[in-house]
């Protein structure tokens, strides 16, 4: 299959990391959309594995840092690496980026044009040039495993959005990324289907991905982050293991935050 | 047959109601040529037009500058142009230009024929329309559901072919029926350099026959049957594109 042999050589691009290193090491990022400054300096690493829950208040910037990341959003100085690739230089691979780190957006937006079952079967056969049937076969597993058996003929339209947004990490996980970026994929949704989505997440970090998810649900983050961070205008203003941080915030902003949400 | 012949005959001779086109034969096979041309003409027109829509809608969200006022510039040309004057530049403007080749019998004659620039000009014509509908259409695909796309790794073309146009399509159809509508009403342009489509066979027809009223009345009417036949392929076509919950 070309498609391996792909990741072979985008592989071993990056041969000087190991998986011992940080699997995103962000530097000093800085990000501004004309004279706002959206990221003034952020800084930290996630090893593979990790779970971190990004908190923050509307604007602080967290959309736009899990953006930079995959290079939807470019950045105006710092370095951010994925697997030792340097995102933000002039001749990215962008393939080889968009293949290691997986996106859920808020909004779902899958291909309303496109069923359940094609939507995760898209991109690996029309961009990776996978075998179709090997690449249904997987689709099918993905769809199991998000609890959407039986759904794989309906558009996106005749599903709910819990279900939409299941299917959207499972389109995610089609191009078996190793990253995970989840942008508040549960805010757009009806309260009693928040959970069936939060369940699948959790089984994924349960299995060993790597996530950065920004997310408002406290309890979640509490109970499946190995680390929380949380962002004031464009910084990292605190950040510790969820037990600490939530009972022991030590920083004014983030006691406020806090005591706003819980 | 030989019935229907007949009384067509007698029409002419009871009420002088004079279709050739159904008891002569030799009328009756120019106008079957004239009416095979014109659909030919159409669907030829057709298929390019939209080519050059998609084209050129694709051009015109490029991020080079040049690219993108070349393709304006084309469009504010064709859209802002008479037809007929647009048919008479590429025929007698531009064909003048093009180089003679030997034919067959060893006479000269230009590479492009009148049916080429025929093709050419309408094709531009009906396209310079058809990349503004699309590109009405691409408008109206979320930015999120194109980023989903790159987020996925597809590039800006396999973004454009696999999710914009699909999408852009559905939202444009409408205003494309209308444009391809026109499209087929302007092939009698085509009458203006000599290419044999249904207008113009008509018009030898009476010249020879005089009979101007039933030549006018069978092309209206023969004009109304091809719309027709176009505008119920498209709303088929339209109702199978309809997805649930996308659209109107
Ligand atoms: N493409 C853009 N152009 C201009 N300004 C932008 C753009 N994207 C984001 N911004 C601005 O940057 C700021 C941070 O946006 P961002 O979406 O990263 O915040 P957020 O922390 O995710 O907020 P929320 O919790 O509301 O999602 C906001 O003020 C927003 O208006
Ligand atoms: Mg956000």
Redesign the interface.
């Known amino acids: 299959m070309p498609s391996s042999s792909n990741a072979a050589a985008a592989r071993h691009a990056d041969a000087n990391w190991t998986p011992d290193q940080p699997i995103v090491a962000i530097r000093n990022v800085h990000k501004s959309f004309g004279d706002f400054e959206v990221l003034r300096g952020i800084t930290f690493d996630v090893m593979k594995g990790d779970v971190i829950c990004i908190i923050g208040a509307s604007g602080s910037g967290k959309s736009t840092l899990l953006r930079c990341i995959n290079a939807l959003v470019p950045i105006d100085s710092g370095s951010i690496k994925v697997e030792g690739q340097e995102v933000h230089q002039p001749n990215l691979n962008t393939l080889a980026l968009r293949k290691k780190v997986g996106m859920v957006f808020q909004q779902f937006n899958l291909f309303p044009h496109k069923t359940a079952l094609q939507n995760i079967m898209m991109a690996p056969v029309q961009v990776l040039k996978q075998d179709k049937d090997a690449v249904r076969e997987r689709a099918r597993r993905l769809l199991a495993k998000v609890r959407l058996e039986g759904k794989e003929d309906a558009y996106p339209g005749e599903l709910s959005g819990g279900q939409q947004q299941r299917v959207a990490i499972a389109r995610s996980l089609a191009m078996n990324p190793d990253v995970m970026l989840f942008d508040e994929v549960t805010s757009a949704l009806d309260p009693e289907t928040v959970n069936e989505v939060l369940l699948t997440i959790r089984e994924l970090a349960e299995e060993g991905m790597t996530c950065m998810l920004v997310t408002h649900e406290m309890g979640f983050a509490r109970e499946v982050a190995d680390h929380m961070y949380f962002t004031d205008r464009g910084i990292i203003v605190e950040h510790g293991p969820p037990q600490e941080f939530f009972a022991n915030p030590k920083d004014e902003r983030t006691k406020a935050f806090l005591g706003q949400i819980l | 047959m030989q019935e229907i012949y007949e009384w067509f005959r007698w029409l002419n001779e009871a009420t002088g109601i004079n279709l050739t086109i159904v008891y002569d034969s030799y009328d009756r096979e120019r106008m079957i040529d004239g009416f095979v041309n014109t659909i030919y003409l159409s669907l030829v027109c057709l298929g390019f037009s939209v080519i050059i829509g998609i084209v050129g809608a694709w051009l015109q969200g490029s991020p080079l500058k040049w690219t993108r006022r070349l393709v304006n510039g084309y469009i504010q040309l064709f859209r802002n142009t008479p037809p007929l004057v647009q048919m008479y530049f590429f025929f007698f403007a531009l064909g003048s230009l093009m180089p003679r080749v030997e034919n067959e019998w060893g006479i000269m004659e230009p590479i492009l024929s009148n049916w080429h620039w025929a093709i050419l000009s309408l094709s531009f014509f009906a396209g310079s329309f058809n990349v503004e509908i699309f590109r009405s259409g691409i408008e109206a695909v979320?930015k999120?559901?194109v980023?989903?796309?790159?987020?996925?790794?597809?590039?800006r073309l396999?973004t454009y072919v696999?999710?914009v146009l699909?999408?852009a399509l559905?939202v444009c159809l409408p205003a494309l029926n209308n444009n391809l509508v026109n499209l087929v009403k302007t092939t009698t342009l085509a009458y203006a350099i000599a290419v044999p489509e249904m207008l113009y066979v008509a018009n030898q027809i009476w010249s020879d026959s005089l009979n101007v009223p039933e030549m006018m009345t069978f092309l209206l009417f023969a004009y109304v049957l091809l719309v027709g036949l176009l505008v119920m392929v498209m709303n088929k076509w339209e109702r199978s594109m309809r997805?649930?919950?996308?659209g109107a």
């Open positions: 979320p999120a559901t980023e989903a796309a790159e987020a996925l790794g597809y590039n396999q696999y999710v699909p999408l559905r997805l649930p919950g996308f």
